[in-house]
């Protein structure tokens, strides 16, 4: 088991599903011994790959093909596969400033119950963090994958509302501060990375920054050998569409990707439980679970507790 499992919290992030997917990938890779690729078109914050890495190595899987249209994340695991010392020098740089805006009576008060006296003394804290988020969004404009964007980007990730990446529909990062937020200690982030390279380069792990389209036509030509692990933006029920990231992946985007699920030989994909994919699963013969879980998408209290249905299905040839 790794200790630091992951590196950024991340919107859609599958931990909470690796019990289900391991013992999936167990039982289905063992029958399918020809399989010897992994690939994911939307790997997001790994949640999903970091905690199968483990079943996919016993089962015989080869080599792990990790796509994410976000240029920023992907440059980070590329940069952390190879050398992340001047990634680390960077962000340390960021933290060591935030520091110094944190006064030692802040440290330990809850935002619930000490609301009244946190405030103010971490509002120049607040400002910091504001006007970092401010300078990523304009870096990520210019170079999404520079080695200042990625700092900044582990920065305000870090000390955002919930750790959660959210951007509004201008592409924008839009998480407001986290008033709780203690200090990050440098050895953590160290022995973070460190973990993370081992992994990415003991497992043979290969990134790509494409659009998932454009990734599955790259690959396709493993078809015969490999599995492939869908999960995208989820569809939302009540808007059709899910909006929480400027790359938007709407119906027809979804549509097109059951299109391309359908040609494929050993594939895995989760989503909301909703009619299209129910029918998709009947007709195209695949089984599928279905998970009731809160909503995390939300920060608004009452719809966090609204149940909402998650499907799980998977097909193998
Ligand atoms: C539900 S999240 C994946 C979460 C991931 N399985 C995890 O456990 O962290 C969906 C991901 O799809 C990515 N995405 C959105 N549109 C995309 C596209 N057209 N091509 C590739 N990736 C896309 C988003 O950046 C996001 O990381």
Redesign the pocket.
């Known amino acids: 088991m790794l200790k630091y499992a992951k590196l950024f919290d ?1 919107i ?3 931990k909470w599903l690796s019990t289900q997917l391991n013992q999936l990938l167990k039982d289905n890779l063992k029958k399918n011994k020809k399989i010897k690729y992994y690939l994911e ?8 790959a970091i905690f199968s890495l483990k079943t996919l190595k016993e089962q015989g899987i080869e080599t792990i093909y990790l ?4 240029s920023t994340i992907i440059s980070i695991y590329k940069t952390i596969k190879l050398d992340y010392s001047d990634l680390i020098e960077e962000y340390w740089k960021l933290e060591l400033e935030y520091q110094k805006y944190v006064p030692e009576e802040a440290m330990g008060l809850k935002k619930t119950k000490d609301k009244e006296i946190l405030k103010p003394l971490l509002e120049p804290a607040r400002d910091y963090y504001m006007a970092r988020r401010a300078e990523f969004n304009e870096c990520k404009k210019n170079d999404p994958a520079s080695l200042k964007t990625m700092a900044l980007f582990l920065f305000v990730s870090k000390h955002c509302f919930n750790g959660v990446y959210r951007e509004n529909s201008k592409g924008g990062y839009n998480s407001p501060f986290n008033w709780e937020q203690g200090i990050v200690k440098k050895e953590d982030i160290i022995d973070r990375f460190k973990e993370h390279h081992e992994v990415f380069n003991d497992f043979n792990i290969v990134f790509e920054n494409l ?2 389209f454009e990734f599955i036509e790259k690959y396709f030509y493993l078809n015969e050998e490999a599995l492939f692990y869908f ?4 569809l939302n029920e009540n808007i059709g569409e899910n909006k929480y ?1 400027e ?1 938007h ?1 709407g119906l027809p985007q979804q549509k097109t990707l059951l299109n391309i699920i359908s040609r494929l030989r050993n594939s895995i994909f989760s989503n909301h439980y909703l009619d299209i994919f129910k029918s998709f699963c009947e007709s195209e013969k695949f089984d599928f679970i279905t998970i009731d879980r809160s909503n995390k998408m939300s920060s608004n209290n009452d719809t966090r507790k609204k149940a909402v249905s998650e499907i799980l299905a998977w097909r193998f040839k």
């Open positions: 991340w859609g992030g599958k078109p939307f790997a997001g914050g790994l949640g999903s796509n994410d249209i976000n659009n998932a999960d995208p933006p989820y990231n790359d992946f």
